[in-house]
């Protein structure tokens, strides 16, 4: 919108110089720059709330788009996704997020959907982390709120410990899972009337 608004600015300034009298071209141009000027501030400040970090008071009615559970009961296991749009989802896990994450059309996003951030939570500590930038841990014997779980850690000192006390089977970069990884996990345990 604003490269729009500045194009027809910049037309709008070619005229008033190309005419032998300029009355009105001062007001338009100035106009128009001051409009450009405030949209382009409209949408970074948008840009800004929506890449501003994690939500950190979660709604009790807040529902996870995959599975339908109440996410508010699951503090430790909470994940949260930002469209591009500012649109925010919340998970009851990471395995809900990334079938999110892989299929946001088939949850109840636009289908031209685009990803922006992903926040999880780290397992020891509970802080938020960027999740593309965590280590995931599967195939251990602790389960989440829908069964098996990909685990986050912000370390690969964090995500071994875990591996050691609790029997995980790899560990993996956000980038290392797939789809066919996520649906397998997610084999056999969904809620009634979700996909």
């Known amino acids: 919108m604003p490269v729009l608004i500045f194009s027809r600015w910049f037309d709008v ?9 300029s009355s009105g071209c001062l007001m338009n141009t100035n106009k128009l720059l001051f409009i450009s000027l405030f949209s382009f501030f ?11 970090g994690p939500l950190e008071k979660i709604d009790k009615k807040e529902r996870c788009p995959v599975c339908g559970m109440f996410v508010g009961k699951y503090q430790p296991w909470i994940t949260q996704l930002v469209l591009m749009d500012g649109q925010v989802f919340m998970f ?74 609790h029997h995980g089977q790899k560990i993996l970069r956000f980038t290392d899972i797939t789809l066919q990884l996520v649906n397998s996990k997610r084999s056999g345990q969904t809620m009634k009337g979700h996909k």
């Not at 409209?42 to 501003?52: D, E, K, R, V, W």
């Not at 280590?135 to 389960?143: C, E, Q």
């Open 13 to 21: 300034k070619q005229n008033c110089y190309s005419r032998t009298t």
């Open 42 to 52: 409209l949408i970074g400040s948008s840009i800004l709330i929506a890449n501003g």
């Open 92 to 165: 009851d896990g990471a395995k809900d997020m990334l079938a999110f994450y892989f299929e946001p059309h088939k949850y109840g996003a636009k289908t031209d959907a685009k990803v922006g951030e992903i926040w999880v939570k780290e397992y020891y500590n509970q802080e938020w982390l960027a999740g593309r930038q965590c280590l995931y841990v599967i195939g251990s014997d602790v389960y989440g709120p829908m069964g098996h779980e990909f685990i986050p850690f912000g370390s690969i000192a964090a995500a071994d410990n875990f591996m050691k006390d």
